[in-house]
């Protein structure tokens, strides 16, 4: 779990879901040795008509992440996830994340899908912000998915919510690359108390570290998943040593011929931002 900390200041607080967000990144070994894209991949996928319009080739599209790894359930296949923005300033882009699916020997589309991000003063993607994660999602027989994991780098002041290391996992199907599920991996709130203003009151906040599992039952032609959520919850007083309580809660996720959804109550912090209108819908 997280380096344990002695929280006697206002401070501890505030900084606190920002260690844990670092941290979580250590957590996922499957997604750890991706690493840079061999030439001339990262310019293919700018230029390929399979994402949409074609950009002439004087056209501004700066490159902000990538990473590629050899899929290690089909190692004739190599995964593939872009960034580019038209846009030099950090904090103000549009980003479209570009994830494709290549044959590893000749470099040719297999499969592809996008996503568009817009950075504010809650979304930031780093140079380092994107990772794949290749592991044993055997959603049925002969069908494995695999994950896209997007790191945010704002640092937004004192929200009352913040997520982290949102995870999409797709599955192929023809020549797209379709998402099924759609999840944050830390997630921290604030419980009680101002954590970054000058009052020295009492405060508690939670940090969430989520963690993806296979379950044994099927719906709708794929195995159902289980996600488990673990908690510490920092207390802090003014002049007194600071506190940190551990849970864990799980919740059961099943298929509906689309994606996948929470079995029972969704109204947990980490399942997503509340006032969601639909849950962690998928484009």
């Known amino acids: 779990m997280i380096a344990r900390l002695r929280p006697t200041k206002r401070a501890r607080s505030c900084v606190a879901w920002t260690l844990a967000a670092a941290f979580v990144a250590a957590t996922l070994p499957a997604s750890a040795a991706a690493g840079d894209c061999p030439d001339g991949v990262v310019e293919s996928l700018r230029v390929s008509d399979a994402f949409g319009e074609i950009p002439p080739p004087d056209y501004p599209m700066n490159v902000v992440a990538e990473t590629c790894k050899v899929w290690p359930y089909d190692t004739d296949r190599l995964l593939v996830a872009v960034a580019y923005s038209n846009d030099e300033s950090f904090g103000n882009r549009s980003v479209q994340v570009r994830v494709a699916m290549l044959d590893a020997r000749d470099q040719r589309l297999l499969a592809g899908y996008v996503m568009d991000k817009e950075e504010d003063a809650g979304f930031e993607l780093s140079k380092e912000g994107l990772a794949l994660d290749t592991a044993r999602y055997d959603l049925a027989p002969g069908v494995r998915a695999f994950g896209v994991v997007v790191d945010n780098e704002a640092h937004n002041g004192c929200p009352d919510y913040s997520y982290d290391r949102e995870l999409t996992l797709l ?14 991996l830390f997630a921290w709130m604030r419980v009680e108390g101002e954590p970054c203003s000058m009052s020295m009151g009492k405060v508690v906040t939670d940090n969430a570290n989520v963690f993806l599992a296979m379950a044994g039952e099927s719906h709708a032609g794929y195995r159902d998943m289980r996600l488990t959520a673990k908690i510490t919850r920092y207390t802090n007083e003014p002049d007194r040593d600071g506190t940190e309580r551990t849970r864990s809660e799980h919740r059961l996720l099943r298929y509906d011929g689309r994606r996948y959804r929470p079995v029972g109550d969704d109204d947990v912090f980490w399942l997503g931002p509340p006032g969601s209108p639909e849950w962690r819908d998928v484009q």
């Open 171 to 184: 599955v192929v199907d023809g020549t797209n690359l379709r998402p099924v599920l759609r999840q944050d």
